[in-house]
C-alpha cells in the first residue's frame, strides 16, 4: 500500500500536512474528504523523494533517541514473526512525529516495491549511518535481521545513554560559568566605569592592577561590540576551514590528539567506536575486510582513520588483525592483547566486544574524572578574576586611607 503526502485545508481553515495510506490515490482523496479536509496538494512519497532531492526527506535525520526507539521496535516485531511490511506500517504507526512518520513510511514503500531493507534505508544517508545500513544488509543476507537489529538497538541506546550522561553532566558547569560571566560583565560594565570616576577625581596615582582594570573595562565598553564581530566572523571562518579545507583539518585533528586529556579523550573514544562498530558488524556475518572499512570510516579524527585505514590494507594482504592495530599506535595495549586472543582461538567477535567494553568503560571513567576536575577548576578561575576586580577596586581605597592618615 503506497504512502502519500498531503497538503489540506480543515473546516476551521487550518492548513494541515501529513502522510497517509492508501490502495490509489482516488482512495486517498476519499480519505480526506471523508475527514472533512480540502485536498491543495496529493503525491506518493517517491514523487515527493523525486521532486526534493536536495531537500525533503533524502536530508532528513533522525535523532539517536527516535532512531534507538525505531531499532528496538523492528527488532521485537520481527522476532514477533511479522512480515517486513507490516513492522515498517507498525513502527510509522507508533511514531508521532510526521517527519520521522514519513521516513518510515518512505523505507516501506521502497521495501513493496522489491528493494532490500537496508537498501531502502541507504537512500537516506542523513538518517541511517554506513554502519546501520551494512549491519542490516549483512543480518538480512544471514536471515537474522532481528537479532541483527536487537544489537543495534543496544548499540544506539548505549550510545543515546553516554551522551545524555554527559549532556546531564554539563548542565551544572555551564550554569556556573554562564552566571560568573553575567556577573563578571555587570561589575565591568557598570560597577567599575562608576569606581573610575570616583578615583578620577582624587587627582592620586592608581596602583598597576586598577590601570589594567581600568583598560579592559574601557576596551570592553568602547570595543566590545566590535570584538564580539571579529570574535564570531573568526569562529565562521573556522568553521568553515574545518569543513571545506581537508589539509587544514588535518592539521588541527593532529594538533588535538597531542593535547594532554582531550588528546587521550579522542584516541580512546575512536578506538571504542572502532571496536564496537567491528565487533557489530563481525558477529552479523559482515567480512572481515569489509567490517574494517565500515568501522575505520566512523572514525572522527583524520589521523587514526587513516592509521586504521592503512591497518586494513595490511590485513588485507595478509597481516594479522592485532599486528595491523598495534602498528597504528592508537589502541590501548589491552585491546590489542584482546584482539590477538580472539584470533587465536576463533572467538574475535566475542573479543571485539570485550575490548570495546573495557574501552567503553574508559570513556566514563575519563568523563568523569574531567568533569570532576572541570567544576572545581571554574571556580577557582572565575574566584580569581572576580578576586582580581576587587583588589583593583579596593586597592586605591587602601592608599587613599593611606594618605589620608
Same mark, same amino acid.
Given at each position: 500500500?503506497? %504512502?502519500?503526502? $498531503?497538503?489540506?485545508?480543515?473546516?476551521?481553515?487550518?492548513?494541515?500536512?501529513?502522510?497517509?495510506?492508501?490502495?490509489?490515490?482516488?482512495?486517498?482523496?476519499?480519505?480526506?474528504?471523508?475527514?472533512?479536509?480540502?485536498?491543495?496538494?496529493?503525491?506518493?512519497?517517491?514523487?515527493?523523494?523525486?521532486?526534493?532531492? +536536495?531537500?525533503?526527506?533524502?536530508?532528513?535525520?533522525? +535523532?539517536?533517541?527516535?532512531?534507538?526507539? =525505531?531499532?528496538?521496535?523492528? %527488532?521485537?516485531?520481527?522476532?514477533?514473526?511479522?512480515?517486513?511490511?507490516?513492522?515498517?506500517?507498525?513502527?510509522?504507526?507508533?511514531?508521532?512525529?510526521?517527519?520521522?512518520?514519513?521516513?518510515?513510511?518512505?523505507?516501506? +514503500?521502497?521495501?513493496?516495491?522489491?528493494?532490500?531493507?537496508?537498501?531502502?534505508?541507504?537512500?537516506?544517508?542523513?538518517?541511517?549511518?554506513?554502519?546501520?545500513?551494512?549491519?542490516?544488509?549483512?543480518?538480512?543476507?544471514?536471515?537474522?535481521?532481528?537479532?541483527?537489529?536487537?544489537?543495534?538497538?543496544?548499540?544506539?541506546?548505549?550510545?543515546?545513554?553516554?551522551?545524555?550522561?554527559?549532556?546531564?553532566?554539563?548542565?551544572?558547569?555551564?550554569?556556573?560559568?554562564?552566571?560568573?560571566?553575567?556577573?563578571?560583565?555587570?561589575?565591568?560594565?557598570?560597577?567599575?566605569?562608576? =569606581?573610575?570616576?570616583? $578615583?578620577?577625581?582624587?587627582?592620586?596615582?592608581?596602583?598597576?592592577?586598577?590601570?589594567?582594570?581600568?583598560?579592559?573595562?574601557?576596551?570592553?565598553?568602547?570595543?566590545?561590540?566590535?570584538?564580539?564581530?571579529?570574535?564570531?566572523?573568526? +569562529?565562521?571562518?573556522?568553521? $568553515?576551514?574545518?569543513?571545506?579545507?581537508?589539509?587544514?583539518?588535518?592539521?588541527?585533528?593532529?594538533?588535538?590528539?597531542?593535547?594532554?586529556?582531550?588528546?587521550?579523550? @579522542?584516541?580512546?573514544?575512536?578506538?571504542?567506536?572502532?571496536?564496537?562498530?567491528?565487533?557489530?558488524?563481525?558477529?552479523?556475518?559482515?567480512?572481515?575486510?569489509? %567490517? =574494517?572499512?565500515?568501522?575505520?570510516?566512523?572514525?572522527?579524527? @583524520?589521523?587514526?582513520?587513516?592509521?586504521?585505514?592503512?591497518?586494513?590494507?595490511?590485513?588485507?594482504?595478509?597481516?594479522?588483525?592485532?599486528?595491523?592495530?598495534?602498528?597504528?599506535?592508537?589502541?590501548?595495549?589491552?585491546?590489542?592483547?584482546?584482539?590477538?586472543?580472539?584470533?587465536?582461538?576463533?572467538?574475535?567477535?566475542?573479543?571485539?566486544?570485550?575490548? %570495546?567494553?573495557?574501552?567503553?568503560?574508559?570513556?566514563?571513567?575519563?568523563?568523569?574524572?574531567?568533569?570532576?576536575?572541570?567544576?572545581?577548576?571554574?571556580?577557582?578561575? =572565575?574566584?580569581? @578574576?572576580?578576586?582580581?576586580?576587587?583588589?583593583?577596586?579596593?586597592?586605591? @581605597?587602601?592608599?587613599?586611607?593611606?594618605?589620608?592618615?
Amino acid at each position: 500500500m503506497p %504512502a502519500f503526502h $498531503y497538503v489540506a485545508i480543515n473546516q476551521q481553515g487550518v492548513k494541515q500536512k501529513g502522510i497517509i495510506e492508501a490502495d490509489s490515490e482516488k482512495s486517498a482523496r476519499q480519505l480526506l474528504r471523508n475527514n472533512n479536509l480540502t485536498l491543495l496538494n496529493l503525491h506518493t512519497v517517491q514523487q515527493k523523494l523525486q521532486n526534493n532531492k +536536495s531537500g525533503s526527506f533524502r536530508r532528513r535525520s533522525m +535523532s539517536i533517541k527516535e532512531l534507538a526507539l =525505531m531499532t528496538r521496535q523492528l %527488532a521485537t516485531l520481527l522476532a514477533a514473526g511479522l512480515p517486513l511490511e507490516e513492522v515498517l506500517s507498525a513502527v510509522a504507526e507508533q511514531t508521532e512525529k510526521a517527519a520521522t512518520k514519513g521516513l518510515i513510511l518512505a523505507v516501506r +514503500s521502497k521495501v513493496l516495491e522489491g528493494h532490500a531493507l537496508a537498501s531502502a534505508l541507504r537512500d537516506f544517508p542523513d538518517a541511517f549511518s554506513n554502519l546501520y545500513c551494512s549491519t542490516v544488509a549483512a543480518g538480512e543476507k544471514s536471515g537474522h535481521l532481528d537479532l541483527v537489529l536487537q544489537r543495534l538497538a543496544d548499540y544506539t541506546e548505549q550510545q543515546f545513554q553516554l551522551r545524555q550522561k554527559i549532556q546531564q553532566a554539563l548542565i551544572y558547569p555551564t550554569l556556573m560559568i554562564l552566571v560568573s560571566l553575567g556577573i563578571v560583565g555587570f561589575l565591568l560594565e557598570y560597577v567599575v566605569p562608576k =569606581m573610575i570616576a570616583v $578615583y578620577s577625581n582624587t587627582g592620586q596615582a592608581l596602583p598597576g592592577m586598577t590601570e589594567v582594570l581600568i583598560s579592559i573595562s574601557n576596551l570592553i565598553k568602547n570595543d566590545g561590540i566590535y570584538a564580539l564581530i571579529i570574535l564570531i566572523i573568526f +569562529s565562521f571562518l573556522f568553521r $568553515y576551514q574545518l569543513k571545506r579545507n581537508i589539509p587544514f583539518r588535518e592539521k588541527f585533528h593532529r594538533w588535538l590528539l597531542r593535547l594532554p586529556l582531550i588528546g587521550n579523550a @579522542i584516541k580512546v573514544t575512536n578506538t571504542a567506536r572502532f571496536s564496537r562498530t567491528f565487533a557489530i558488524l563481525s558477529s552479523s556475518g559482515v567480512p572481515v575486510l569489509e %567490517a =574494517m572499512a565500515v568501522s575505520a570510516a566512523l572514525i572522527t579524527n @583524520i589521523p587514526i582513520r587513516s592509521a586504521v585505514e592503512e591497518a586494513a590494507k595490511r590485513v588485507k594482504e595478509g597481516a594479522a588483525i592485532y599486528l595491523a592495530l598495534k602498528q597504528t599506535g592508537y589502541f590501548p595495549p589491552m585491546s590489542i592483547h584482546l584482539i590477538a586472543s580472539g584470533e587465536a582461538s576463533g572467538q574475535l567477535e566475542t573479543m571485539l566486544e570485550r575490548a %570495546a567494553i573495557n574501552q567503553e568503560g574508559e570513556i566514563t571513567r575519563l568523563i568523569e574524572t574531567t568533569l570532576s576536575l572541570f567544576e572545581p577548576a571554574i571556580i577557582l578561575i =572565575m574566584g580569581a @578574576i572576580v578576586l582580581f576586580i576587587v583588589l583593583a577596586v579596593l586597592l586605591p @581605597i587602601f592608599q587613599l586611607n593611606q594618605f589620608m592618615g
